[in-house]
């Protein structure tokens, strides 16, 4: 049986990083978009990122939405995330570092779904995984809002389902799509806050057999 990878995403302290390596979740994503209430500045990632080197780390997501190039690509280039996570559709012409980055096979795609996914060819297929999620227009994901489960169930290569995703109903979700992995942002939270508890339950009933 394929255990499904989990992406806990948003993440601003030092101890929900530690918990999410002592719980081998897969994917830990740092936010840098300005719009986001889970934007974290440069300068914390050393902090954040300290037992980078240790045994069984998650692999390192850096999340940009309505970021300059150049911003982009100085952050990248000091702190060498494992995957930049773009987003389809940002406001701002981001088009030559999603090439970079695709080119380099780093390039972690984020498509906001207005209906059912009907040509893979647009969802980046020579790339390992993408992301799809639900879309609202000035957020580039933690929307908290799930997307009619349907308009994927057709997809066949891998993917991170996000979206509204919580430990109620992370179980529903991985046994009806079958997803590669779930990325969870505020479905993890409580009054804005990373909860522990939460990401222990997310990450029991995502991988229930």
Not at 2 to 21: A, M, N, P, S
Not at 76 to 83: E, N, S
Not at 170 to 191: C, K, M, Q, W
Request: proline share 6%; hydrophobic share 40%; with cysteine.
């Amino acid at each position: 049986m394929v255990t499904t990878k989990v992406k806990i995403c948003g993440i601003k302290d030092r101890d929900t990083i530690d918990l999410c390596h002592s719980l081998n979740v897969d994917f830990i994503g740092l936010n840098f978009s300005k719009a986001s209430p889970r934007s974290i500045h440069p300068s914390d990632v050393p902090n954040l990122l300290a037992n980078r080197t240790a045994e069984g780390f998650p692999k390192v997501v850096f999340l940009f939405f309505q970021n300059e190039v150049l911003e982009i690509e100085e952050i990248v280039t000091k702190f060498k995330p494992d995957l930049i996570q773009l987003i389809a559709g940002d406001p701002v012409d981001i088009t030559s570092v999603w090439d970079k980055y695709k080119a380099e096979k780093t390039l972690f795609p984020a498509f906001r779904l207005q209906g059912a996914v009907g040509d893979e060819s647009l969802l980046c297929p020579e790339l390992p995984l993408v992301i799809l999620d639900s879309y609202k227009r000035e957020l580039g994901g933690g929307t908290g809002h799930t997307f009619p489960w349907e308009y994927v169930k057709k997809v066949k290569r891998p993917y991170l389902l996000a979206g509204g995703i919580t430990p109620d109903n992370v179980e529903e979700a991985v046994r009806y799509l079958h997803p590669f992995g779930i990325d969870v942002a505020s479905g993890v939270e409580t009054n804005g806050q990373k909860d522990h508890h939460k990401i222990r339950e997310l990450i029991k009933n995502a991988r229930r057999d």
